[in-house]
């Protein structure tokens, strides 16, 4: 059986404990996990629609209040 591509994967430097999602980098595409998860699925982004969810989310766009 072949393993599959070794992604490093980081939390965001505000998190405080375990419960935050995790991002790396698979080849070209950007993927996330629950951190709590670490087997369970992942989300899969190109780079360019990864690049545009972070300036949005930085804009403010997704803001509940």
Do not use: H, Y
């Not at 070794?6 to 505000?14: A, D, E, L, P, Q």
């Not at 951190?35 to 360019?48: H, T, V, W």
């Not at 690049?51 to 209040?65: H, R, T, W």
Request: aromatic letters at 8%; glycine letters at 8%.
């Amino acid at each position: 059986m072949s393993e599959g591509p070794r992604i490093t994967w980081r939390t965001s430097s505000r998190s405080q404990n375990t419960n935050c999602v995790e991002i790396g980098e698979m080849g070209t595409a950007i993927v996330m996990r629950d951190s709590k998860d670490r087997e369970g699925p992942m989300l899969i982004f190109a780079r360019d629609q990864w690049i545009e969810f972070v300036a949005s989310a930085k804009a403010g766009e997704f803001d509940l209040n």
